[in-house]
């Protein structure tokens, strides 16, 4: 018996009507589809690693598939955080032409000379796929797309030669006479932290450098990760301008770029914010982040009379130059030796 | 009112009145008596044409906000153009035109007029900062190369 393929539907923040209408209709077709599992959970982002929701997504070995309102990076770079691993499947659905992908090259070229954390991670050889609702849109689509991958997913799976009989039942399933739905109820609260985008990250070590609110730290592999993501102060998206590789992504953040957008879209439209009065994005994250110090009833990172200053003053700094005791030398002795 | 005056971009003609202020993010700026320093606020004719139609205009917050001089408050899409927005001045920012978020078209229509974008009430000195409609021309003439230069590189990225 084949397995019917997984399908999350990670319902949104937004009470537009029209928004719960499409995850609605949606979840209704898959429900009748005997090829497919769905299953209701709310919003992936404000989803605590430890809850219900996360229990059955890390219980699942196979391939699934998650539809939610973030970018196809924020969804999977969650995921991930979350104990959730898998390699990042193909999806077909909303994706762009391929006319900008001469010039495309040309920037993979250059990407492809960087080491990326995630050519370091052990990742398990299944797919997630994430879709994202667009809205408007039509509910079928979405069917569609979730039919396509099932079978390409099925294809992949199949070793030896397919029971052509159960590959047709497959292929030409009845809709079931009555709609199987799950649903995980959970409570989740509004969350804001940084998601980092692995295949992007380089472990250069600017954000945790940057952020004075204890929100980043390294695992034990020496990596970069998320460690106090409620740390995290609301509306603050300060840490993604500082990423030399636009590897740190706020999902819920208006700024598509900042949200998880792919780097190819956008590419028809004229960006103006530079005439319009755009700060340099180092400006810009420095003041946002002393903003947020300010909320919190800190002092603001001193200005060494250096508009770009970012990190904090050496401290005690009557002690620099002075010479050196016997503790200080032991200490120095200590780092030679190289533990 | 005295005519305005005119920033040839190119082929076409860019009206700047002269019966108020303007900043150098290309945005007016007028008060209103009877609202004290409150300043309102809206799109140049060389914005508007570099947007063409505007279809969506989002603000980052709701007003009433505090707001300091180049933060980033909104975003704006237009056919041919998006763009972050960022204030003008420091400030707190009053209002924000309700008609336009529900129809952004009003900027195309009545850019100098019923299209305005929102209310700043600037904190000290942050007025003297405007320019005259005079030297917000010369302005334009110097941004005038760069403008075309950012386009420009765009569309052959």
Same mark, same amino acid.
């Given at each position: 018996?084949?397995?019917?393929?997984?399908?999350?539907?990670?319902?949104?923040?937004?009470?537009?009507p029209?928004?719960?209408q499409?995850?609605?209709s949606?979840?209704?077709?898959?429900a009748?589809?005997?090829?497919?599992?769905?299953?209701?959970?709310?919003?992936?982002?404000d989803?605590?690693?430890d809850?219900?929701?996360?229990s059955?997504?890390? $219980?699942?070995?196979?391939?699934?598939?998650?539809?939610?309102?973030m970018?196809?990076?924020?969804?999977?770079?969650?995921?991930d955080?979350?104990?959730?691993?898998?390699?990042?499947?193909e999806?077909?659905?909303?994706?762009?032409?391929?006319?900008? $992908?001469?010039?495309?090259?040309?920037?993979?070229l250059?990407?492809?000379?960087?080491?990326?954390?995630v050519?370091?991670?052990?990742?398990?050889?299944?797919?997630?796929?994430?879709?994202?609702?667009?809205?408007?849109?039509?509910?079928?689509?979405?069917?569609?797309e979730?039919?396509r991958?099932?079978?390409?997913?099925?294809?992949? /799976?199949?070793?030896?030669?397919?029971?052509?009989?159960?590959?047709?039942?497959?292929?030409?399933?009845e809709?079931?006479?009555?709609?199987e739905?799950?649903?995980?109820?959970?409570k $989740?609260?509004?969350? /804001?932290?940084?998601?980092?985008?692995?295949?992007?990250?380089?472990?250069?070590?600017?954000?945790?450098?940057?952020?004075?609110?204890?929100?980043?730290?390294?695992?034990?592999?020496?990596?970069?990760?998320?460690?106090?993501p409620?740390?995290?102060r609301?509306?603050?998206?300060?840490?993604?301008?500082?990423?030399p590789?636009?590897?740190?992504?706020?999902?819920?953040h208006?700024?598509?770029?900042?949200?998880?957008?792919?780097?190819?879209?956008?590419?028809l439209?004229?960006?103006?914010?530079?005439l319009?009065?755009?700060?340099d994005?180092?400006?810009?994250?420095?003041?946002?982040?002393?903003?947020?110090?300010?909320?919190?009833?800190?002092?603001?990172v001193?200005?060494?009379?250096?508009?770009?200053a970012?990190?904090?003053?050496?401290?005690?700094?009557?002690?620099?130059?002075?010479?050196?005791?016997?503790l200080?030398?032991?200490?120095?002795?200590?780092?030679?030796?190289?533990? | 009112?005295?005519?305005?005056?005119?920033?040839?971009?190119?082929e076409?003609?860019?009206?700047i009145?002269?019966?108020?202020?303007y900043?150098?993010?290309?945005?007016?700026?007028?008060?209103?008596?009877?609202?004290?320093?409150?300043?309102r606020?809206?799109?140049?004719?060389?914005a508007?044409?570099?947007?063409?139609?505007?279809?969506?205009?989002? /603000?980052?917050?709701? $007003?009433?906000?505090?707001?300091?001089?180049?933060?980033?408050?909104?975003?704006v899409e237009?056919?041919?153009?998006?763009?972050?927005?960022?204030?003008?001045l420091?400030?707190?920012?009053?209002?924000f035109?309700?008609?336009?978020l529900?129809?952004?078209?009003?900027?195309?229509?009545?850019?100098?007029g019923?299209?305005?974008?929102?209310e700043?009430?600037?904190?000290?000195n942050?007025?003297?900062?405007?320019?005259?409609?005079?030297?917000y021309?010369?302005?334009?003439?110097?941004?005038?190369?760069?403008?075309?230069?950012?386009i420009?590189?765009?569309?052959?990225?």
């Amino acid at each position: 018996m084949i397995k019917p393929l997984n399908v999350f539907v990670s319902s949104g923040l937004s009470h537009h009507p029209d928004k719960r209408q499409i995850e609605q209709s949606v979840t209704d077709l898959l429900a009748l589809d005997p090829r497919v599992k769905v299953t209701m959970i709310p919003n992936l982002y404000d989803l605590r690693p430890d809850g219900d929701a996360y229990s059955q997504l890390k $219980a699942l070995d196979d391939d699934f598939i998650v539809i939610s309102w973030m970018f196809q990076r924020a969804a999977h770079w969650i995921l991930d955080r979350n104990g959730v691993l898998g390699q990042t499947g193909e999806v077909e659905f909303g994706a762009e032409e391929d006319e900008d $992908a001469d010039e495309l090259e040309e920037d993979v070229l250059e990407e492809e000379e960087k080491q990326r954390v995630v050519d370091t991670l052990d990742i398990p050889d299944r797919s997630i796929y994430c879709l994202q609702f667009q809205h408007p849109s039509d509910a079928q689509h979405y069917v569609n797309e979730v039919v396509r991958i099932a079978e390409s997913s099925l294809m992949q /799976w199949i070793s030896g030669t397919p029971d052509q009989s159960q590959l047709d039942r497959f292929l030409n399933a009845e809709q079931r006479n009555e709609p199987e739905l799950n649903a995980v109820e959970e409570k $989740a609260g509004r969350r /804001w932290y940084p998601v980092i985008d692995f295949s992007r990250c380089t472990n250069c070590m600017e954000c945790i450098d940057f952020c004075l609110f204890g929100v980043y730290g390294v695992d034990t592999q020496e990596t970069i990760l998320v460690e106090q993501p409620d740390n995290c102060r609301k509306g603050c998206p300060a840490c993604s301008r500082v990423c030399p590789e636009n590897a740190i992504v706020f999902p819920q953040h208006k700024s598509p770029a900042i949200a998880g957008a792919p780097a190819e879209t956008g590419g028809l439209k004229i960006d103006l914010s530079l005439l319009f009065g755009a700060p340099d994005a180092q400006e810009a994250a420095a003041r946002e982040r002393d903003e947020q110090l300010m909320l919190a009833g800190r002092s603001p990172v001193e200005e060494s009379g250096n508009a770009q200053a970012i990190s904090m003053e050496p401290r005690q700094v009557q002690n620099v130059g002075a010479d050196k005791d016997d503790l200080d030398q032991l200490i120095d002795g200590l780092d030679s030796l190289d533990l | 009112m005295t005519q305005p005056l005119v920033f040839m971009m190119g082929e076409f003609p860019a009206e700047i009145p002269t019966d108020r202020q303007y900043a150098k993010n290309h945005m007016w700026a007028m008060s209103d008596p009877s609202l004290s320093s409150t300043n309102r606020f809206g799109f140049t004719a060389y914005a508007v044409r570099l947007l063409q139609d505007v279809y969506f205009l989002d /603000w980052h917050f709701d $007003a009433p906000a505090p707001v300091s001089e180049q933060q980033e408050i909104g975003s704006v899409e237009s056919k041919k153009a998006e763009s972050s927005l960022y204030s003008p001045l420091s400030g707190e920012i009053s209002t924000f035109n309700a008609q336009l978020l529900a129809d952004p078209s009003g900027i195309n229509v009545d850019k100098y007029g019923e299209g305005w974008l929102f209310e700043i009430q600037p904190s000290d000195n942050q007025a003297e900062t405007l320019l005259s409609a005079e030297q917000y021309v010369d302005h334009l003439a110097d941004v005038w190369v760069i403008t075309q230069r950012t386009i420009k590189g765009q569309l052959n990225d």
